[in-house]
């Protein structure tokens, strides 16, 4: 498609106003003017519909995008009844920077809270390769973000992972188990803070979904009663 630059746009509207200033003064036919307007809303139309398929180009690019860290979660073998949130059921590995663990993870679990009437549970299928865990995984998250979700979870567990993260989430050692098999029960994938972004996770067990999402409900509580 030939996009017509904002220039010529301009340029069409500004045949069109002389045109319709002519018509009023006598000096051409009214016809010329309604040509002019219907070229000019034409073109205007067309850069419009080209400025909305880049923006939701753009769009699609953002929610697919993989999140730049992927932190470990386990299930707490008892709650810890001394937090009120997410923590009671799941602490959070160490994965050599203590800002993961304890700065950015607060950060994201805001945004979480943020946006808490929007977060669903969906099961994600594993690819057809990998039968442990009963062939599938669970995500909580907006939906918006469920396609990345699925992007990762079918790269991880590709022939090679393309991706890449700042520490390694050792997902593909829990599904595709070796010698080793790391303790990891869930993911929480952090955000990149942009404004069509949100953090998701996904865990082994439904259950675990369900507690993660009730531990957020209950920060909501909480700052509701605050």
């Known amino acids: 498609?030939?996009?017509?630059?904002?220039?010529q746009v301009q340029s069409a509207y500004t045949v069109y106003q002389r045109l319709l200033s002519s018509a009023r003064r006598g000096e051409c036919s009214w016809c010329f003017s309604d040509q002019a307007l219907r070229k000019a809303v034409a073109l205007h139309n067309k850069r419009a519909a080209w400025k909305l398929s880049k923006a939701e180009?753009?769009?699609?690019?953002?929610?697919?995008?993989?999140?730049?860290?992927?932190?470990r979660l386990r299930r707490r073998g008892t709650p810890n009844m001394t937090y009120a949130g997410i923590y009671r059921d799941?602490?959070?590995?160490?994965?050599?920077?203590?800002?993961?663990?304890?700065?950015?993870?607060?950060?994201?679990?805001?945004?979480?809270?943020?946006?808490?009437?929007?977060?669903?549970?969906?099961?994600v299928k594993l690819p057809s390769n990998v039968t442990t865990n009963e062939g599938v995984v669970w995500y909580l998250g907006r939906i918006e973000q469920?396609?990345?979700?699925?992007?990762?979870?079918?790269?991880?567990?590709?022939?090679?992972?393309?991706?890449?993260?700042?520490?390694?989430?050792?997902?593909?050692d829990v599904l595709i188990p070796g010698k080793w098999v790391p303790r990891a029960t869930g993911w929480w994938a952090?955000?990149?803070y942009s404004r069509l972004q949100r953090p998701w996770v996904l865990f082994l067990t439904h259950a675990d979904a369900v507690l993660f999402l009730d531990g957020v409900r209950r920060y909501v509580t909480k700052l509701a009663g605050s």
């Open 190 to 192: 952090y955000s990149s």
């Open 90 to 123: 799941f602490e959070l590995e160490y994965m050599g920077s203590a800002e993961f663990e304890f700065g950015t993870a607060n950060a994201q679990l805001t945004q979480m809270v943020l946006c808490c009437d929007e977060l669903k549970i969906e099961e």
């Open 146 to 172: 469920l396609p990345q979700a699925k992007a990762f979870v079918e790269d991880q567990l590709g022939p090679t992972p393309s991706v890449r993260f700042q520490e390694r989430p050792e997902f593909r």
């Open 57 to 71: 180009e753009q769009m699609d690019k953002e929610t697919i995008a993989q999140p730049y860290l992927v932190q």
């Open 1 to 7: 498609m030939d996009v017509p630059t904002h220039e």
